[in-house]
C-alpha cells in the first residue's frame, strides 16, 4: 500500500467515524448559531423583507456589519420548509 | 449451516448490488454527473446546505437510519424461522431499500433539496403535503410508542440495565458540560466519559435495580415513565446540554457492542440452531404480509426517505456521492439486520429464544450478544449489560428525536387553534404522554407490526414521489413503480389485519381495561394511516395518468461547471 493510499484509507476511516459521532453535533451548534444570528439580523435588518422592527438609523449603522450575511439570510428566511427540516 | 457463512453470503449480496444494479442505476438511469453543482454549493449557507465528504456523509447517513429497529425486527421475525427473514433482508434491500433510499435523496438533490412534503407538493398534489405531514405525525407516534415499549420491557427484564443507563446519561450530559464549557479536548473528553459508561456498565451488574427499588424494579409503568421522562428533558434541554453528547458517549459503547459481535461470529463461527422455517402462520399473523413489515428497517424503510431528503442530499458534494453515501449506507444496514438476526438464530438454542422472546426482543439480543462477546472473553453478565445499554440506547436514540420532532409538529399542526400547544414544554408533555399511553396499554408485538407498517407505507410514499420524478424527467420509471405497489399493498394488508384483530377484540368485548384503550387507539391510528395512505395514493395515481405537458419530459438543465 502506497502512502498516499493509506493516508487516504486512514482519513476516511477517520472521516466516517467523525460522521457516526460528532457531525450531528457539529450541525446542530451551527444551526443554533444561525438561528440566533438570524434573529438579530431579523430585529435589525426586518425591513429587507418587509419587517420594520427598528429604526433605520440603527439599521444604518450596523448595516456594514450584516453586509456579508444578508443574501445567505434572505434565502434561508425565504427558503420554503416544512416539518421535516426539523428532523435532519 | 454456520453464522459466519450467512454473514459473508450477505456481504457479497451488498457488493454485487451496490456495484452492479445501483452502479447501472447511477450511471443509466439517473445519470449522476459530477459536473452537476449540487444544492449544498449552490446554496452553501453553512449549515443546512454544506459541501461535504462523502466518507462524513455515509457515517452520517449511517448513524441516522440504523436504529434499534434493523435489530429488533430481525430478532422477531426469526418466528418464521431464519431463511424467510434472511430472504426478506437481502432481497428487500437488493430490489427496494437501496433505491427507496438513493431515489429519494437523488430526486431531492435535482429538486434543489426539497424535503419531502414539498416533493409531495410539486409532483403529487397540493393536500398531499397535508396529508403526508399528518401521516407522518401518527407515524411519529408509532416509532415512540414501540422503541418505548421495547425499554420498558428491557428494564423490567434486564435488571442491570437501569443504573447502567443512568450512568451513561451522566457520562453524556459530562461529555456536554465539558465540551461547551470547559471546551477540554474532545480525546480527553472521549476516554473520560467512554471509561465512566464501561464502569457503569460494570456497576450495573453490582446493582440491580431490584436491589435498590425491590418489587417495584419488575413495574413497566415505572419503566415506561423513566424512558418518556428521560426523552421529555432531552426534548425541552438545549441539544448541545444533553441529547447530542450523550449520543456521542453510547456512540463508542454500541459499536464496541456490535463489533464483538462481529468478531464473535468469525471466531466463533457458531452453527445456526434455529429453523429454517417453522410456519406460515404465526402469533403475529400470517408470512405474507406481516413478515413484511415486521423487518422494516435492513430491507426497506420510509424513516430513510426523511433523512435522505432533509439532510444529506443538502450536503452532497457531487452527484456521484449519492451512491455511495445513500445506497451504500443501506446495504451496511442490511448487515446489521443479519447480525441481529445471527445473534438469536446461533448464539442461542432455539427453545431459549422462544423462552426469552416472552420477555420481548430485548432480551433475546442481550443474551445473544453476551454468548457472542463471551467467545472473545467478555464475561457473560458484563456482556449481557453491555447488550442491554446498547439495545436501549439505540431505542432512546429515536425516541428523543421523535418527541423533540412531535413538539415542533405539534406546534405547527394545532397551535394557531389552542394558543396554551404553542408552548415546547407543554406541547412536548402532550406528546410524551400520548406516547405513554400507547406504551402502557399496547401490545409491543402489535406495536411493533403497526410501526413498521406505517414505516414502509411511507416508503411506498416516498417510491411513488421518485417514480412521479422519474417519469417528469423523461427517464425509466417502472423499476421503482413496481416495488412500490408492493409495499403499498403488502403494508395496507398487514395494517388493515392488525387493526381487524384489534378493532374486533373491541366490539366483541373479548378486550377490557387497559387492553381496550389500547386496542382501540392502536387499531384507530393504523385505520388513520390506511385512510391517508389510500387519499396520497389516488393522487398520486392521477398525477401518474396526467399528461406531462405540451413540452413533454421536463429534463434538468444542463451541467453548469464549477460551484462557489
Known amino acids: 500500500m502506497t502512502e498516499d493510499k493509506k493516508g487516504g484509507f486512514l482519513r476516511a476511516i477517520r472521516e466516517f467515524i467523525y460522521g457516526m459521532s460528532a457531525h450531528d453535533s457539529a450541525r446542530f451548534a451551527l444551526k443554533t448559531r444561525a438561528q440566533m444570528e438570524h434573529l438579530f439580523i431579523l430585529v435589525t435588518m426586518g425591513d429587507l423583507v418587509g419587517v420594520p422592527l427598528l429604526p433605520p438609523y440603527y439599521s444604518l449603522r450596523l448595516l456594514p456589519y450584516v453586509v456579508p450575511q444578508i443574501a445567505t439570510w434572505k434565502r434561508r428566511m425565504l427558503r420554503e420548509k416544512d416539518l421535516t427540516d426539523a428532523l435532519a | ?564
Not at chain 2, 459473508?8 to 454527473?33: N, T
Not at chain 2, 429454517?276 to 402469533?283: A, D, N, P, Q
Not at chain 2, 388513520?528 to 413540452?551: H, N, Q, T, W, Y
Request: glycine share 12%; net charge positive.
Open chain 2, 1 to 564: 449451516m454456520n453464522a459466519a457463512f450467512v454473514l459473508i453470503g450477505a456481504l457479497a449480496v451488498a457488493w454485487g448490488g451496490y456495484r452492479w444494479y445501483a452502479g447501472y442505476v447511477d450511471r443509466k438511469v439517473v445519470v449522476a454527473d459530477p459536473q452537476k453543482v449540487t444544492p449544498a454549493r449552490m446554496y452553501m449557507d453553512g449549515v443546512d446546505f454544506m459541501p461535504t465528504s462523502k466518507n462524513v456523509l455515509f457515517g452520517y447517513q449511517f448513524k441516522s437510519i440504523a436504529g434499534a429497529a434493523p435489530v429488533v425486527g430481525a430478532i422477531i421475525a426469526l418466528q418464521w424461522g431464519w431463511l424467510p427473514a434472511l430472504l426478506w433482508l437481502l432481497g428487500g434491500v437488493l430490489l427496494i431499500g437501496w433505491l427507496h433510499d438513493y431515489l429519494s435523496g437523488m430526486s431531492a438533490l435535482r429538486n434543489d433539496g426539497l424535503s419531502l412534503g414539498g416533493m409531495a407538493y410539486k409532483l403529487i398534489s397540493p393536500r398531499a403535503r397535508l396529508i403526508l405531514l399528518s401521516f407522518i405525525y401518527f407515524y411519529l407516534l408509532l416509532i415512540a410508542g414501540a422503541f418505548g415499549a421495547i425499554i420498558a420491557g428491557a428494564l423490567t427484564k434486564l435488571t442491570s440495565g437501569p443504573v447502567a443507563i443512568l450512568v451513561l446519561a451522566g457520562a453524556g450530559a459530562l461529555a456536554g458540560h465539558m465540551i461547551y464549557r470547559w471546551r477540554i479536548n474532545i480525546l480527553v473528553i472521549t476516554a473520560v466519559c467512554v471509561g465512566l459508561a464501561l464502569a457503569g456498565i460494570w456497576l450495573g451488574g453490582v446493582l440491580p435495580a431490584p436491589k435498590i427499588l425491590g418489587s417495584l424494579a419488575q413495574s413497566k409503568l415505572l419503566w415506561g415513565v423513566f424512558a418518556i421522562a428521560f426523552c421529555y428533558i432531552s426534548a425541552i434541554l438545549p441539544i448541545w446540554r444533553f441529547a447530542l453528547p450523550l449520543n456521542y458517549v453510547a456512540f463508542y459503547i454500541v459499536m464496541l457492542g456490535l463489533l464483538g459481535g462481529i468478531a464473535g461470529i468469525f471466531v466463533g463461527l457458531p452453527s445456526i440452531q434455529a429453523p429454517v422455517y417453522t410456519e406460515f402462520t404465526i402469533k403475529v399473523g400470517p408470512l405474507w404480509p406481516m413478515l413484511f413489515v415486521t423487518i422494516a428497517c435492513g430491507a426497506c424503510s420510509g424513516w430513510h426517505s426523511l433523512v435522505s431528503t432533509s439532510g444529506t442530499c443538502r450536503q452532497l458534494e457531487s452527484e456521484t456521492d449519492g451512491r455511495p453515501v445513500l445506497a451504500g449506507s443501506m446495504y451496511v444496514e442490511m448487515i446489521l439486520g443479519v447480525v441481529a438476526l445471527m445473534t438469536a438464530a446461533a448464539a442461542m438454542p432455539y427453545t431459549q429464544y422462544q423462552e426469552l422472546l416472552k420477555a420481548g426482543p430485548a432480551a433475546v439480543f442481550a443474551t445473544g450478544l453476551s454468548n457472542l462477546l463471551n467467545i472473545i472473553g467478555l464475561p457473560i453478565a458484563y456482556g449481557k449489560t453491555m447488550a442491554t445499554v446498547i439495545i436501549v440506547i439505540l431505542a432512546i436514540t429515536v425516541m428523543q428525536l421523535v418527541l423533540r420532532f412531535m413538539k415542533v409538529a405539534t406546534i405547527e399542526l394545532v397551535g394557531d387553534r389552542s394558543p396554551v400547544l404553542r408552548n415546547g414544554p407543554i406541547a412536548t408533555l402532550v406528546a410524551a404522554l400520548l406516547t405513554l399511553l400507547i406504551i402502557e396499554t399496547g401490545w409491543w408485538q402489535y406495536l411493533w407490526v403497526l410501526f413498521g407498517g406505517a414505516n414502509q407505507l411511507l416508503a411506498s410514499l416516498a417510491l411513488l414521489v421518485a417514480s412521479l420524478w422519474l417519469r417528469s424527467q423523461g427517464k425509466k420509471f417502472l423499476f421503482a413503480l413496481i416495488p412500490m405497489y408492493f409495499m403499498f399493498v403488502t403494508t395496507i394488508a398487514a395494517l388493515l389485519y392488525t387493526s381487524y384483530n384489534l378493532l374486533s377484540k373491541v366490539f366483541t368485548g373479548q378486550a377490557g381495561g387497559e387492553q381496550l384503550v389500547g386496542n382501540g387507539l392502536m387499531g384507530l391510528v393504523s385505520l388513520s394511516l390506511v385512510v391517508m395512505a389510500l387519499l396520497l395514493l389516488s393522487d398520486g395515481i392521477k398525477a401518474l395518468r396526467s399528461p406531462l405537458g405540451p413540452e413533454g419530459p421536463q429534463p434538468e438543465p444542463e451541467a453548469a461547471g464549477g460551484g462557489q
